[in-house]
């Protein structure tokens, strides 16, 4: 299949940092064994594989602007594009020797996303699009699943982590995970977000959503859902995906359904919160003659 010079030069950079991954995936495998475990190896092996993707991309694209999970933002001499690049994304996945990581590259021009990588060494899944030219998976064009009723379809999602983020989204989780339970066949944890957009795009999973993510777990997906027939928001139905940090995905009426049921969470936890923030003024104010007796009067009001 013939591709555009510039797609050309994201493939050989993802094949390039993926045989790396793939190799040290044998070690960190060996490694899971170890009384020293694999932790600071699988540092090392994402540190090297964004140094490879880099390395590969500044040769083809020298004045490019750069943004890595690792390294950061390095700005370019050209101002109007930059390289999005998650180098191992699914570090916990690759930690453990779980099969499931993704070098994940995208390409942003004057602020939008036109061409994407997604490559899964473990399996030579390659997906790749290109702004008005579709998606496809290995060469064959690949588009979202057409599922029309929510009780048959399999969504992925995030799931939040008790000691990382803030109660709110702690709060608002549990409702969201609750109202897709309810409503939808199954809900699946992958720990990659590129390859679960990626995912949506090819069909196998219907919807996804997920919060607190980063550009570079965001950008090469998004344009592949949107290449595959598919429609893609923030949590609040916008496009203000990559600044927010959440993304919910899916064909128009997965899309639409599953705003609509995060929309009913926000609003259930938001009620749990107004709900806790009374018992508490009640609580402080039976202890304090000062307060209770105004309080007592306002409620009489």
């Known amino acids: 299949m013939l591709h555009s010079a510039v797609l050309n030069v994201m493939i050989k950079a993802a094949h390039r940092a993926g045989r790396a991954l793939k190799r040290d995936l044998g070690e960190v495998e060996k490694l899971q064994v170890s009384l020293k475990g694999p932790g600071n190896f699988v540092t090392a092996a994402d540190r090297r594989a964004e140094e490879i993707v880099r390395e590969e991309l500044a040769k083809a694209r020298p004045g490019y602007g750069f943004l890595g999970e690792e390294g950061g933002a390095r700005a370019g001499t050209d101002q109007t594009h930059r390289w999005i690049v998650d180098p191992l994304d699914g570090t916990t996945n690759f930690l453990h020797g779980i099969p499931h990581f993704a070098v994940s590259i995208a390409l942003e021009r004057a602020g939008a996303i036109v061409a994407a990588v997604t490559y899964n060494p473990a399996n030579d899944e390659l997906y790749v699009a290109e702004r008005g030219k579709g ?27 008790y000691g990382r983020g803030s ?18 066949a199954g809900l699946r944890r992958y720990g990659s977000a590129s390859l679960d957009l990626a995912w949506v795009a090819a069909g196998r999973l219907d919807a996804y959503w997920e919060r607190n993510l980063s550009p570079w777990d965001l950008a090469a997906g998004i344009l592949l859902v949107r290449e595959a027939g598919g429609f893609v928001s923030d949590a609040d139905g916008g496009d203000a995906i990559i600044a927010k ?5 899916g064909n128009d009426t997965m899309h639409r359904e599953l705003l609509r049921l995060l929309r009913e969470a926000a609003k259930q936890a938001d009620a749990e919160l107004d709900d806790a923030a009374i018992k508490s003024a009640h609580s402080r104010a039976s202890g304090n003659p000062e307060l209770g007796p105004r309080l007592r009067g306002d409620e009489r009001t």
């Open 135 to 161: 998606a496809f998976l290995n060469d064959q064009r690949i588009r979202v699943a057409a599922r029309r009723r929510l009780g048959d379809a399999v969504v992925g999602c995030g799931l939040p982590h």
């Open 245 to 249: 940090g959440h993304v919910v995905a």
């Open 167 to 184: 109660a709110e989204h702690l709060r608002a989780s549990r409702y969201e995970i609750a109202a897709a339970q309810r409503h939808f």
